[in-house]
C-alpha cells in the first residue's frame, strides 16, 4: 500500500511540473502574439502585462478559477521555476 501512496505522489508532482510548464508556454505565447495597446484608453500596457492578462484570463477559463488566483499562477510558476 505504501509504494501506491509514493507512486501516486510521484504521479501528481509530475502533472504539475507538466502544468507548469504548459501555464509558462502559454504566457510566452501570448507575450510574443500580443499587441501591447490593448487597454482601450490611457497608456497602452507594456507587451509583458498584456501577455500577463490574456494568458491569465485564458488560464482562468480553462480551469474554472477566479481571474484573480489566474493572475498569480503565472508569476507563481516562473519564481518557483527560477529558484
Avoid at 507587451?47 to 488566483?69: D, G, P, Q
Wanted: net charge neutral.
Amino acid at each position: 500500500m505504501l509504494e501506491a501512496i509514493v507512486e501516486v505522489e510521484r504521479l501528481m508532482a509530475s502533472l504539475m511540473a507538466s502544468r507548469t510548464v504548459a501555464i509558462n508556454e502559454l504566457y510566452q505565447l501570448a507575450l510574443v502574439a500580443e499587441n501591447p495597446d490593448r487597454s482601450g484608453f490611457g497608456r497602452p500596457w507594456s507587451a509583458k502585462i498584456a501577455a500577463h492578462r490574456i494568458a491569465s484570463s485564458e488560464l482562468a477559463v480553462a480551469t474554472r478559477i477566479s481571474e484573480r488566483e489566474a493572475l498569480l499562477t503565472p508569476t507563481e510558476n516562473r519564481t518557483k521555476n527560477a529558484n
